[in-house]
C-alpha cells in the first residue's frame, strides 16, 4: 500500500490541515537517510521555491532517485522553468483556450489568471483547458497566465507552493489534493516520429567538447552508410528541430542550457533521441546519480549529501581527505579535494551559495578509471582513463601550462575484467537506454562507480581505437532500430 506524503517549507501547525496526510519538512526529506529505504511513497511536493538548486528542486530529484513517485516531476519543473521550453508545447492548447475564454469574457478583458489545483479549475469554462494543462505539465498546483491581444494565448505558466496559495481556497487546494491521491498516477505519452533525417548538435567552438571534427565527420558518414540523412547543426537551429526525426546531441549538456532545451523539444516533437532529456536531468546531477546508486546497492565510494550545517556529518562518516562536488560539474571541474576541516569549509561555504546541497565522498585512488561506453544496454567500447602526470584527476584544470590531460588507452571490451562491465551495464541500465558513459574504480575492494555520463565522449583516435569506424556504424544503427520500431505496425 502507497504512503502519501507532502513536502512542505515548514509545516508548523498547518501540518494538520493535511491529515491524515503526513506533512514532512522538505530539509527532512532531504537529508535525513531513512527516507532513502522507504518504498511506496507518493510525494507532493508543494515548496515555495522550484528554481534549480533549491531545496524544492532537490525534493524532486531526490524522489526519483528514491523510487518515489512525485508531483511535480523534476521534468515538469525544468520545463516550466524557462518560456522557451514550454510555450512551443502549449501551441496545441491555444485553440482550447480562445474557445473557452470568448465565451466568457467580454471583448473589454485582455487579461486572464488561472488558478489549477491538480489540474482543476474553479470557472467551468475553464475545466477542460485546465485538464489538458495538467496533462502537459502535471503539478499539483500552477498558475497560468492568459493574455488576448488578436486572439487569447497561454503566456506563462508556473508552479506555486503552499505558502501561495490564497487563504480562501485552501480548502479547495486540500480537497482536490486528497481527490487526486485516491487515483492512479498516470505516465505522459510520446508522440511518435515518421521521418528519417538526423541532426547532430554541436558547437564548433565548444574546448571539450564531447566529439572532435573528425569524430564529428565519422557519425555523417556512418549514417549515410546506413542509410540517413545526416546534418550538424547548432543552437541557432533550434526552430528546425520540426524538420528532423532524430537527435545527436555532441555537446556538453546540462538542464540550464539549450542542450537540454533541444532535447525536450525534439522528444516533444517525437524524434528519436540520444541523449533524451531524461537521461540529462539524471546524469548531470552527481546528487541524483550518488542517491539513485545507493538506493540500488550499487557500489559507490562512500557518499554523504550535505546541506549547509552538515558538514560535520561529512567528516564524521568520511574522514580525510574527501572529494567534495558541486551537483552539476563536468570535466572534472566542480571537484575539489580537502585535506581538514579548514580546507572543507573554505570550498563548501561558496559552493553553497549556488546550491542547497553538495555531495561528499571518501577519496578513493588509483592510477586510472575506466570509463565503459554503454549503448541501449551493452557495452560499446572501454577505456582506461590516466590520471594527469602529478595530479589526483584524469583532467588537471589551472596547471601551469595550462589545463593537462592524462593518457588514454582504448582496450577491446573482452579484455575488460568482467565485474567492471557488468557493474557498467547495471548502473547505466538505472538511467535509461541511451548512450552512457560509466566511470568506475577497480580497487581491492571490488569495483566501484564514480559517476555515469549522457553524452560520453568519442574522439577519432580514443575511443575508437579498437572498433574503428564500425563504433559510428553501431551508433548509427541503433538510431536506425528506433525510428524503425516507432514505423512498424503493431499487432492489435
Known amino acids: 500500500m502507497s504512503e502519501h506524503i507532502v513536502l512542505l517549507d515548514t509545516p508548523g501547525p498547518v501540518a494538520q490541515r493535511f491529515a491524515p496526510l503526513h506533512a514532512v519538512p522538505v530539509r527532512s526529506y532531504l537529508t535525513d537517510p531513512a527516507w532513502s529505504e522507504r518504498r511506496g511513497v507518493r510525494v507532493v511536493n508543494l515548496c515555495r521555491d522550484m528554481q534549480y538548486h533549491s531545496a524544492g528542486y532537490y525534493a524532486s530529484l531526490l524522489a526519483e532517485a528514491r523510487g518515489h513517485r512525485v508531483l511535480p516531476s523534476v521534468r515538469t519543473i525544468q520545463d516550466l522553468s524557462r518560456k522557451t521550453l514550454y510555450l512551443a508545447d502549449v501551441e496545441a492548447l491555444d485553440a482550447r483556450t480562445q474557445k473557452a475564454l470568448t465565451a466568457r469574457v467580454g471583448e473589454g478583458a485582455d487579461t486572464q489568471d488561472v488558478f489549477l489545483v491538480f489540474g482543476e479549475s474553479e470557472t467551468p469554462e475553464l475545466k477542460g483547458l485546465g485538464r489538458a494543462v495538467f496533462d502537459a505539465f502535471p503539478a499539483p498546483l500552477l498558475r497560468v497566465e492568459l493574455r488576448r491581444k488578436e486572439e487569447w494565448r497561454i503566456t506563462a505558466i508556473r508552479t506555486a507552493g503552499w505558502s501561495r496559495v490564497p487563504p480562501e481556497l485552501e480548502d479547495r487546494v486540500l480537497a482536490a489534493l486528497h481527490r487526486h491521491l485516491r487515483r492512479p498516477w498516470r505516465r505522459p505519452r510520446t508522440r511518435v516520429a515518421g521521418r528519417w533525417e538526423l541532426a547532430v548538435l554541436h558547437d564548433p567552438d565548444e574546448a571539450l567538447a564531447p566529439s572532435d571534427r573528425r569524430a564529428l565527420a565519422a557519425f555523417l558518414r556512418a549514417a549515410r552508410r546506413e542509410g540517413l540523412a545526416a546534418r550538424l547543426i547548432t543552437r541557432k537551429d533550434f526552430g528546425r528541430l520540426a524538420e528532423f526525426d532524430a537527435l545527436f546531441i555532441r555537446e556538453t549538456t546540462n538542464v540550464n542550457h539549450h542542450t537540454y532545451r533541444f532535447a525536450r523539444r525534439a522528444a516533444a516533437e517525437g524524434l528519436v533521441v540520444m541523449d533524451d532529456p531524461d537521461s540529462i536531468l539524471r546524469c548531470t546531477n552527481k546528487i541524483y546519480l550518488a542517491e539513485l546508486l545507493a538506493r540500488e546497492r550499487v557500489p559507490t565510494p562512500r557518499s554523504v549529501v550535505v546541506a549547509r550545517d552538515e558538514l560535520q ?180
Not at 560499446?380 to 584544470?397: T, V
Not at 575511443?463 to 532500430?481: H, K, N, Q, T, W
Open 313 to 492: 556529518r561529512a567528516e564524521d562518516a568520511l574522514g580525510y581527505p574527501m572529494i567534495l562536488k558541486v551537483p552539476d560539474g563536468a570535466f572534472s571541474r566542480g571537484v575539489f579535494k580537502v585535506a581538514d576541516r579548514q580546507e572543507l569549509e573554505a570550498r563548501a561555504l561558496p559552493l553553497f551559495e549556488h546550491s542547497e546541497l553538495l555531495l561528499a565522498q571518501a577519496w578513493t585512488y588509483t592510477p586510472y578509471d575506466w570509463r565503459i561506453g554503454i549503448l541501449a544496454g551493452e557495452p560499446l567500447f572501454a577505456c582506461r582513463y590516466f590520471m594527469s602526470r602529478g595530479h589526483w584527476q584524469i583532467l588537471h584544470h589551472g596547471a601551469p601550462a595550462g589545463d593537462r590531460e592524462g593518457a588514454v588507452e582504448t582496450v577491446p571490451v573482452d579484455e575488460v575484467p568482467r565485474a567492471v562491465l557488468e557493474t557498467a551495464c547495471r548502473a547505466a541500465g538505472l538511467v535509461g537506454d541511451g548512450l552512457y558513459g560509466v566511470d568506475l574504480k577497480d580497487t581491492a575492494e571490488g569495483v566501484k562507480v564514480i559517476e555515469i555520463n549522457d553524452n560520453p565522449n568519442i574522439d577519432a583516435g580514443v575511443e575508437d581505437a579498437v572498433l574503428g569506424p564500425e563504433l559510428y556504424s553501431r551508433i548509427v544503427r541503433e538510431f536506425v532500430r528506433r525510428l524503425e520500431a516507432r514505423t512498424r505496425p503493431t499487432r492489435g
